[in-house]
């Protein structure tokens, strides 16, 4: 087992417990571990991609300057309207769709080759606030765990995303991720994220999602606390812990 391998498995299973992570642990386990004080600290998971990390502010610049796409992005035929979580679902032609060598541009297959492409993810600049308030939740008495789904498609992608934390949070932070392509099962009380919809393995989840604000996730908010930005986040947790005692 790799130490990346060895440290994911152990700080998810420090994170979530092994009962949790297979789903066998029952909510009157779960009340005896609170009696017994193994719960006592609020537990916050924390997306990367478009909540730790400015995503879109990444790709945005990327496709100003890659090989595919720069001349096109210069000449104003890309549109970028990001409604849709998908960015490949976000962008249009301006015209007709343009050709390159391998023929007609599909937005599918640019997406792919710009967040796949060696140093993408671990060049993603930070989201505004974002760093500096993860160290305030942990000031302020909170348990913290980045929880994040590295896509599967890239090879470089999960070994990026350490790289980005040791650059921008620390070392001792390293211990604190939880790479998982299933955030469903992973244990916490509050998990912030910009997904308008997580899905997986169990259909209800034990952490309430804090929705991080996002042009395309403001449809069908529901009853979810929004965080609209990290200065916010004190309040938006106070509230939402009042809300579920």
Not at 145 to 171: M, N, V, Y
Request: aromatic share 10%.
């Amino acid at each position: 087992m790799t130490e990346n391998k060895a440290m994911m498995f152990g700080v998810a299973a420090a994170a979530c417990g092994i009962g949790f992570m297979a789903g066998r642990c029952s909510k009157k386990q779960q009340q005896r571990d609170l009696v017994n004080g193994h719960a006592k600290k609020t537990v916050i998971l924390v997306d990367m991609d478009g909540v730790l990390v400015d995503w879109d502010r990444g790709f945005t610049e990327r496709l100003k300057t890659h090989p595919r796409t720069q001349k096109l992005w210069a000449d104003q035929q890309i549109i970028l309207n990001r409604t849709h979580y998908e960015m490949e679902k976000s962008l249009a032609w301006a015209g007709e769709a343009p050709k390159d060598e391998n023929g007609t541009i599909d937005f599918n297959e640019l997406v792919q080759d710009i967040y796949c492409e060696e140093g993408f993810f671990r060049n993603l600049p930070p989201m505004e606030g974002g760093p500096q308030a993860l160290h305030a939740m942990l000031d302020k008495g909170f348990e913290v765990f980045i929880c994040t789904a590295p896509p599967t498609i890239s090879h470089h992608a999960a070994q990026e995303k350490w790289e980005w934390i040791r650059q921008h949070l620390g070392d001792a932070w390293l211990n604190r991720m939880i790479l998982t392509t299933d955030k469903t099962p992973v244990r916490g009380d509050f998990l912030i994220d910009d997904k308008p919809r997580i899905t997986g393995r169990f259909s209800v989840p034990l952490w309430r999602q804090v929705l991080f604000d996002a042009p395309y996730n403001r449809e069908g908010v529901g009853s979810r606390p929004v965080l609209q930005k990290w200065s916010d986040w004190e309040k938006v947790v106070q509230d939402a812990l009042s809300a579920n005692p």
